[in-house]
């Protein structure tokens, strides 16, 4: 069965610091690029990273470059999303989703940023209050 479990949301004031992690099962983890994207309220789904679990490579939003960093522990197939400087415009539910990672294309084309991903989890609030 396939898994995405996503936890480390919560509440946080203007420029504090959340990690959030992306625990994977039940697929071929370094096959696949893991994708984190956001909605808030009333807004569309928008991508915030993405990290290709073979390679390493990855893609920041303009919104969040130099802000949030993206890793991967493939041991524990598992990925994080560590999140500082938190702005009021960054609350929203996030959510991680995995898609099979294509050669030919590279992490930050519009290949990866199609929300049809294979796999979702459930996802977890994020708020940053001013």
């Known amino acids: 069965e396939v898994q995405l479990v996503e936890s480390g949301g919560g509440l946080v004031q203007t420029g504090g610091s959340l990690r959030l992690s992306c625990a994977a099962s039940?697929?071929?983890?370094?096959?696949?690029?893991i994708g984190w994207f956001r909605q808030a309220p009333g807004k569309e789904r928008e991508g915030v990273s993405y990290?290709?679990?073979?390679?390493?490579?990855?893609w920041y939003a303009d919104s969040v470059k130099g802000r949030f960093t993206a890793s991967s522990d493939n041991a524990k197939n598992t990925v994080y999303l560590q999140m500082n400087s938190l702005k009021p415009e960054d609350t929203a539910v996030y959510f991680c989703?995995?898609?099979?990672?294509?050669?030919?294309?590279?992490?930050?084309?519009?290949?990866?940023?199609?929300?049809?991903?294979?796999?979702w989890g459930q996802g977890t609030q994020v708020t940053v209050s001013s």
């Open positions: 990290i290709n679990n073979g390679d390493g490579s990855k």
């Open positions: 039940g697929f071929a983890f370094d096959e696949y690029v």
């Open positions: 989703a995995a898609r099979e990672a294509f050669l030919g294309y590279a992490v930050g084309s519009s290949y990866y940023s199609r929300p049809d991903y294979d796999y």
